[in-house]
């Protein structure tokens, strides 16, 4: 996995998917993601999914759906 890797992420409040770039990848621990060129810090809940906020809506990202 590289900066810049693409990776699907969900938007809980409304069930849209988009693309946004991985900044910063901890294994189980955090996530950081650009999308639509805002940072969003995205903390790790088991059992394998990523979970950040942005604007009051609630963003996710399956660990699984991460490039290796």
């Not at 990848?25 to 940072?39: A, F, G, H, P």
Request: net charge neutral; charged share 25%.
């Amino acid at each position: 996995m590289h900066n810049q890797d693409a990776v699907e992420v969900t938007c809980t409040d409304n069930g849209k998917k988009v693309i946004g770039y991985i900044l910063n990848y901890r294994v189980k621990d955090q996530l950081e993601i650009s999308l639509n060129t805002v940072k969003i810090r995205m903390q790790y809940k088991p059992p394998n999914i990523f979970v950040g906020s942005m604007a009051g809506m609630e963003f996710v990202v399956n660990e699984e759906s991460l490039p290796r």
